[in-house]
């Protein structure tokens, strides 16, 4: 008989209850507007939700090589990061100016850590089962600092970030001196930020070799997650890969599409439409070609494991670093880009980032290569999906289209097929939902089913 995983206590404390303003891990119960759920059903935990128990062979096998886990601990650490991504979500919530970042730590992410600056608030938080840290700083002041930087960072200081577990921005410097410079330029206080040296500058991941992915004008990257919108097929992909209007051809150099719509520098996000010949499915390539089913799009928190898929180099895993970060390549800065410990070479870019069955996004660029090791950054999928109004591809039924480019911010009514981000708030069955973690609605992800994404109010 298989060894039943252990649980981190937070994944059972959290569950029972969350002493902060009152909230309760499982409170949303209303009934959904058509027909009601059976009595006898309770809503998923944050790791049936989102499938942790499905994850493919292929990813847990990338997992043991690059992290070093056995399958068993691959599995474990899956739920227990879906179990800490919920549970921090809703600390955030319940802290709201006070809260300075969350994280997980250990082989298998069972301890979570939540950051505040308010004292008081330590109790409630070891409530849920989560290690409490009082720190000076609060995350909102820190990423305003962060921006304040990025507006007159340049070539020098490509890259600026919030370490959550240091409660201090890093800026990297790849001249002696710069770092100083930029905070004297900026005025922000040098207690908030730590500067470290840059072995080198991050780069765009693409190249003019042969291979397989997609072609693009003699160049190649790689498709990151198959979507529809309406009736049209496609991938979402980098930025700067190609710029709309740009033909692109696939792996077998066969004839597949054009890029619709493309941002880079600013955000690095871009979709293709194919032709009637290319048929999306809800997988990502891996291992030997193997099929790796996406099931969903929420982004999971820092220390969470990822792995990412590309046309050069494979599957390779490593851990989230930081949300949120801005990095400057020679063509100009990105911003709200997320910083990994995965490796990745030219051609990878704008290849799949996935944890679990969850896409997290496209490859960006980075340092360093897949012999030494290296540092990436991923484009997250769900403000591209949002910005063109584009459906993930999942293993569930088809939602439909989403939102539309360039629309507000969703609220009103809960409907499958729309990207929610956190604190949006929504109406289901005649109560109020709050979105606690960022993702596109799917069948089966309504407000009441799922405690792990929505908050009753």
């Known amino acids: 008989m298989p060894r039943r995983p252990a649980r981190a206590a937070w994944t059972v404390l959290a569950a029972a209850a969350l002493a902060l303003a009152g909230l309760q891990a499982g409170s949303a119960t209303a009934a959904p507007p058509s027909a009601p759920p059976d009595p006898s059903a309770r809503p998923a935990s944050a790791a049936a939700a989102l499938r942790t128990d499905a994850a493919p062979p292929e990813l847990l096998r990338a997992m043991e090589r690059d992290l070093g886990l056995t399958r068993t601990q691959a599995l474990t650490r899956l739920a227990h990061e879906a179990e800490a991504g919920a549970t921090a979500a809703r600390v955030r919530q319940a802290l709201g100016g006070t809260y300075a970042g969350a994280w997980v730590d250990g082989p298998e992410s069972a301890t979570l850590t939540v950051a505040t600056t308010r004292a008081a608030d330590a109790g409630a938080i070891r409530a849920t089962g989560a290690r409490a840290?009082?720190?000076?700083?609060?995350?909102?002041?820190?990423?305003?600092?962060?921006s304040t930087l990025d507006h007159s960072a340049g070539a020098e200081?490509?890259?600026?970030?919030?370490?959550?577990?240091?409660?201090?921005?890093?800026?990297?410097?790849?001249?002696?001196?710069?770092?100083?410079?930029?905070?004297?330029?900026?005025?922000?206080?040098?207690?908030?930020?730590?500067?470290?040296?840059?072995?080198?500058?991050?780069?765009?991941?693409?190249?003019?070799?042969?291979?397989?992915?997609?072609?693009m004008g003699g160049g190649r990257c790689s498709v990151g997650f198959a979507i529809t919108r309406g009736t049209t097929q496609g991938f979402a992909t980098a930025g700067h890969c190609g710029r709309a209007g740009t033909a692109t051809t696939g792996y077998n150099q066969v004839a597949q599409g054009s890029f619709q719509a493309s941002v880079f520098p600013g955000s690095d996000m871009a979709w293709v439409a194919t032709n009637t010949n290319w048929t999306?499915?809800?997988?990502?390539?891996?291992?030997?070609?193997?099929?790796?089913?996406?099931?969903?799009?929420?982004?999971?928190?820092?220390?969470?494991?990822?792995?990412r898929s590309g046309s050069t180099t494979g599957w390779h895993c490593?851990?989230?670093?930081q949300h949120n970060t801005s990095v400057t390549?020679?063509?100009g800065t990105i911003s709200g880009v997320t910083r990994t410990t995965v490796c990745?070479?030219?051609?990878?870019?704008?290849?799949?980032?996935?944890?679990?069955?969850?896409?997290?996004?496209?490859?960006?660029?980075g340092s360093g290569n897949c012999s030494s090791g290296g540092t990436t950054f991923f484009q997250p999928l769900n403000p591209i999906l949002q910005n063109y109004g584009l459906t993930l591809r999942t293993t569930g039924s088809d939602p439909g289209p989403g939102p539309g480019p360039g629309e507000p911010e969703p609220g009103g009514t809960w409907k499958a097929g729309t990207v929610y981000t956190a604190g949006a708030v929504v109406t289901y069955g005649g109560a109020s939902y709050r979105c606690l973690q960022g993702h596109q609605a799917q069948t089966g992800w309504e407000p009441p089913n799922v405690p792990a994404l929505w908050q009753r109010v």
């Open 318 to 321: 490593g851990t989230i670093q």
């Open 280 to 307: 999306a499915t809800p997988y990502v390539k891996g291992a030997g070609g193997a099929n790796v089913q996406v099931t969903g799009s929420v982004l999971q928190p820092v220390g969470a494991s990822v792995c």
């Open 133 to 146: 840290l009082v720190v000076p700083h609060g995350l909102t002041a820190l990423e305003s600092a962060k």
């Open 157 to 215: 200081t490509p890259v600026r970030y919030v370490d959550v577990r240091a409660n201090r921005i890093v800026v990297e410097e790849t001249r002696p001196g710069a770092g100083a410079r930029l905070l004297a330029t900026t005025g922000v206080p040098r207690e908030l930020v730590r500067v470290v040296r840059a072995s080198e500058a991050p780069r765009p991941l693409y190249d003019i070799r042969g291979g397989d992915a997609y072609y």
């Open 329 to 331: 390549y020679p063509e």
């Open 344 to 365: 990745a070479e030219p051609g990878d870019s704008g290849g799949s980032y996935i944890s679990g069955s969850q896409a997290q996004g496209v490859t960006s660029g």
